[in-house]
């Protein structure tokens, strides 16, 4: 720090202030570049996101009444039993035990493709209106095909 004011003392005055000036210069570039540009840029993303975020509450409220619509008309055909029964055949899936519960009907299969499983539940989903509340399965033997140890439907 001695060294350093008697570097200072030994400039005439007119290069203090030159060195001052950019002193001050180099404080304000500091601070806009590291403080001021960074808030102001994460204030513009911030409004970006709401603004975004808007236009998306926007378009999904939009498109609530199409989806309630959706929902309401696909209730199952008949009881839980005759859907998965009907949609079973359908699909060649073979149901080993089929057990009423309540509102739910709890199913074993037989082993299948891992595919055509996904096709089945597709269907009673989305088709059929019914929701699949568990589903325990597990690898067979057979490459490709999985064993469902229990599955439950409502």
Known sequence: MKQFQLWWASLQQREQQLLTGAAV????AIFYAL???PLHQARIDQQLAAKGAAEQLQWLQSQL???SVATTSSKPQGSLTDVVSQTANT?????SRMQ???EQLQLSLEDLPFD???RWLHDLQYQQGVTLVQLDIAQSEVPGQVRVRRMVLE
């Open 35 to 37: 403080i001021w540009q």
């Open 91 to 95: 699909y060649q899936v073979q149901v």
């Open 25 to 28: 210069v180099l404080g304000i």
């Open 65 to 67: 009444p199409k989806l």
């Open 116 to 118: 055509q499983l996904l």
């Open 100 to 102: 009423p519960q309540n």
